[in-house]
């Protein structure tokens, strides 16, 4: 079965960059869109990046992180980052990754499957 896993969480000042990373165990995820998202405490889960399969160049992020976070893909590491740069205290929330078939505009979080674990981002002063 289908196992992701993040990690690259902590906390950091704001203006400060964490780089995430999610990882997928006996699975390759060349072919699946993966999609970045986060919950805060008392919030609902939301939706923050996604990136297309390979032979698509499709990346879409939500409105929030426009500019300031960048999704990636390195298919010989099968892995897919999540750049986090100019970090606000907004940002503070359990980040996960989800694969689908398709990278969808609103990022969202029905469309994706196989959840990981998370791994915390804070941003504190």
């Known amino acids: 079965q289908l196992k992701l896993a993040e990690s690259g969480g902590g906390s950091v000042q704001p203006g400060g960059s964490l780089r995430l990373s999610c990882t997928a165990s006996?699975?390759?995820?060349?072919?699946?869109?993966v999609g970045w998202f986060r919950q805060a405490p008392g919030k609902e889960r939301e939706g923050v990046a996604c990136i297309d399969g390979v032979g698509s160049s499709t990346t879409n992020y939500v409105d929030s992180v426009k500019g300031r976070f960048t999704i990636s893909r390195d298919n010989a590491k099968n892995t897919i980052y999540l750049q986090m740069n100019s970090l606000k205290p907004e940002d503070t929330a359990v980040y996960y990754c989800a694969v689908a078939t398709l990278c969808s505009v609103y990022v969202l979080p029905q469309e994706f499957d196989y959840w990981g674990q998370g791994t915390q981002v804070t941003v504190s002063s």
């Open positions: 006996r699975f390759t995820l060349d072919y699946n869109a």
